[in-house]
């Protein structure tokens, strides 16, 4: 992909931004709610793609 | 009783629903439940987008405010509870994302060299300090600030590491998803070594709120 161009369709930003808003954004119900605790495995994934999606980008370059 | 798994709050009782999908309606608030297992709560790939596939087909008959991933409730009571001591809040909120989308903005730009001070010395703190403070201030003017015109709402966030990001998200009314697109592709070509990622729409997760962006 030469430089310049918009990204939209990368499943892996898509991801990170799928990541970001279901366990960080999002109307939180209050009183004697549990917040599932979410799973530690899948938010080092989501960094890990987010790393590496920004690797491929300067890779792209 | 058993505990509910909440989706969704909509202002508009859904005419198609999954079969183990139900709905609570308070005084003209939805709230959009079901039930999951343990294994069905842990944050995976597979269970965001479950998550994700209900509000979205909620979104397509009415105004939505998605629920965080994972968010349980004891019992339809403890619903009831809910929606009813919230009821004007959540009839302001769903005001506010009627008709609209929420817009993911990311931009990653080139490493630059930072102030060729070591950062241990106070000097070079505050030089790459500064220069971390003025490349935030040009990410946001170059990016956000033009895509901001064409939202009715947005957040922003710039990170530092591995490479200067922001990360911007932007509530537009449907009508508007077009012409923002162009915008991020304009700017995506006007900025050159920029890279620039538009997702969505996607329901308004960062919108839910009043308090969360002021």
Redo the contacts between chains.
């Keep these: 992909m030469s430089s310049g161009e918009l990204v939209s369709a990368d499943p892996s930003i898509t991801l990170v931004e799928l990541v970001d808003r279901l366990l960080d954004k999002g109307v939180v119900v209050s009183g004697e709610v549990t917040i599932a605790v979410a799973d530690v495995d899948l938010i080092r994934l989501g960094l890990r793609v987010l790393l590496s999606s920004v690797e491929t980008i300067e890779k792209q370059r | 009783m058993s ?1 509910v798994y ?1 989706y ?2 909509t202002d508009n009782r859904p005419q198609r629903l999954p079969e183990e999908i139900d709905v609570l309606t308070v005084d003209g608030i939805v709230g959009v439940y079901g039930s999951k297992a343990d294994e069905e ?5 597979a269970n ?2 479950a ?2 596939a209900v509000v979205e087909s909620l979104m397509e008959e009415g105004a939505v ?10 019992s339809v009571d ?2 009831r ?2 929606l009813m001591s919230r009821q004007e809040e959540f009839a302001r909120a769903l005001d506010r994302v009627r008709g609209r989308v ?1 817009l ?1 903005v ?1 931009a ?1 730009w ?2 630059r060299v930072l102030v060729d001070m070591p950062a241990e010395s106070g000097r070079g703190y505050l030089a790459r300090k500064l220069e971390q403070q003025r490349a935030a201030a040009d990410a946001t003017s170059s990016v956000h600030e033009p895509l901001a015109l064409l939202a009715v709402d947005s957040t922003v966030r710039v990170l530092q590491s ?2 200067l ?1 922001l ?1 911007g998200s932007y509530l537009v009314d449907r009508g508007d998803v077009e012409r923002f ?1 162009d915008e ?2 304009r700017l ?2 006007a ?3 920029v ?6 729409p ?1 329901p308004p ?2 919108f ?2 009043q308090e ?1 962006q002021r």
Excluded: K, M, N
């Design positions: 505990a909440l969704a709050i709560l842990q944050a995976t790939e965001l987008w998550h994700e405010l998605p629920a965080r991933f994972g968010t349980v409730l004891q403890r619903l509870d809910e929420e993911g990311r990653a080139p490493q591995p490479c990001t990360i697109r991020a592709e995506a070509q900025l050159g070594e890279r620039l990622a538009c997702t969505g996607w997760y960062s839910t709120s969360e």
